[in-house]
């Protein structure tokens, strides 16, 4: 693997209401999490994430898991965006200098039909605050395998 190839990632981001999963491509590596984020106040000030916030409380504290609504898969942007960086940011190390990746989303429920244009958007925001260059949103229910395929294969896929 060259030099640039090392600081060059794609990623998959698998979403559900009750894990959230982040895996290079090709290595496999991965990060889950419950998806859960407990936040400080109005500002939302970051307090943890996964099973760590889950179980903390306070009156200033609030728990929630931003990938759990009635009516839609998203109920909370900013703080699903938060605990995507947070995954993002596992998964990928400490190394200042990896290129922004590519991200493929793929929302594992609640795509019976189709996702709205909507839905897509929101899922590319998602991603680009996370910090993706580029983001394919996957609509299919047919879980990817990060080992066996790439970006540019899924990229491929979903144009034809």
Do not use: W
């Not at 590596?29 to 306070?58: F, M």
């Not at 909507?118 to 047919?142: C, S």
């Amino acid at each position: 693997m060259s030099f640039l190839q090392k600081l060059k990632c794609d990623l998959l981001v698998e979403l559900s209401v009750n894990q959230l999963s982040v895996q290079i491509f090709r290595t496999g590596e991965r990060v889950d999490l419950s998806p859960y984020i407990a936040v400080e106040g109005k500002k939302n000030n970051v307090l943890a994430v996964g099973e760590k916030a889950k179980y903390l409380s306070g009156s200033n504290i609030i728990v929630l898991n931003p990938f759990d609504h009635k009516r839609s898969f998203v109920g909370d942007f900013a703080c699903a965006e938060k605990l995507l960086q947070y995954a993002v940011r596992e998964v990928l190390g400490n190394n200042k200098f990896v290129i922004s990746p590519r991200i493929v989303m793929h929302q594992l429920e609640k795509v019976d039909g189709g996702l709205t244009d909507i839905e897509e958007r929101v899922l590319k925001e998602l991603a680009m605050g996370a910090g993706a260059r580029e983001v394919l949103v996957y609509h299919h229910q047919v879980r990817i395998h990060a080992k066996q395929t790439s970006y540019t294969t899924i990229k491929k896929q979903l144009s034809s």
